[in-house]
T-cell receptor, first 117, second 113 residues
Framework: NAGVTQTPKFRVLKTGQSMTLLCAQD?????MYWYRQDPGMGLRLIHY???????AKGEVPDGYNVSRLKKQNFLLGLESAAPSQTSVYFC????????????????FGPGTRLTVL | AQSVSQHNHHVILSEAASLELGCNYS??????LFWYVQYPGQHLQLLLK??????LVKGIKGFEAEFIKSKFSFNLRKPSVQWSDTAEYFC???????????FGSGTQLTVLP
């Protein structure tokens, strides 16, 4: 049981390049999330999904797109990377149900460290 | 809108000292509350959670937290810290109105040997 996995672990991009971060979970969770973590700012939600085929904007969605074509995968795309997107990106998932569907416990992946030059 | 405040940005303690990290939230309805820990270079792990019932919640590694509804607080405590507790600690709030968690800005704890 791998939990939440993220690919890649590290990446360096040049300004204007594009890339996709992959998140996969094997816990059959309905909800998945993408966060960015910057020093002194905690975790900020970029986008999230409450089920296969659905996505929604979080706190800082600009410059990112997401897709949830399969329940177990949640992709985060950067179409034209900018230095301001240098950050550590975390994916998380949580289950549905009475205690989990609304603001329930989230399980986190190991993170992707992205540098945009 | 809901929000979480962690007023201590960096706490430095010696081993065996007692720890209390503050967490205050803003939300008028029913809440779920969490403390997560992030060890250096690692991902976030759940320390403890409060959904309902006993407001004193015990978590892993000797940590506990107390939910005080009247103060909108969920402070984290540990009676005697160890060097291995050096990490960043995040308080988070979940509610029925939002299908997501709201995180505080984190508190970096450094424990000196």
């Amino acid at each position: 049981n791998a939990g939440v996995t993220q690919t890649p672990k590290f990446r360096v991009l040049k300004t204007g390049q594009s890339m996709t971060l992959l998140c996969a979970q094997d816990m059959n969770h309905e909800y998945m999330y993408w966060y960015r973590q910057d020093p002194g700012m905690g975790l900020r939600l970029i986008h999230y999904s409450v089920g296969e085929g659905t996505t929604a904007k979080g706190e800082v969605p600009d410059g990112y797109n997401v897709s949830r074509l399969k329940k177990q995968n949640f992709l985060l795309g950067l179409e034209s990377a900018a230095p301001s997107q240098t950050s550590v990106y975390f994916c998380a998932s949580s289950s549905g149900g009475s205690s989990g569907s609304y603001g329930g416990e989230q399980f986190f992946g190991p993170g992707t460290r992205l540098t945009v030059l | 809108a809901q929000s979480v405040s962690q007023h201590n940005h960096h706490v430095i303690l010696s081993e065996a000292a007692s720890l209390e990290l503050g967490c205050n939230y803003s939300y008028g309805g029913t809440v779920n509350l969490f403390w997560y820990v992030q060890y250096p270079g690692q991902h976030l792990q759940l320390l403890l959670k409060y959904f309902s019932g006993d407001p004193l919640v015990k978590g892993i590694k000797g940590f506990e937290a107390e939910f005080i509804k009247s103060k909108f607080s969920f402070n984290l405590r540990k009676p005697s810290v160890q060097w291995s507790d050096t990490a960043e600690y995040f308080c988070a709030l979940g509610s029925k109105s939002a299908r997501q968690l709201t995180f505080g800005s984190g508190t970096q704890l450094t424990v000196l040997p």
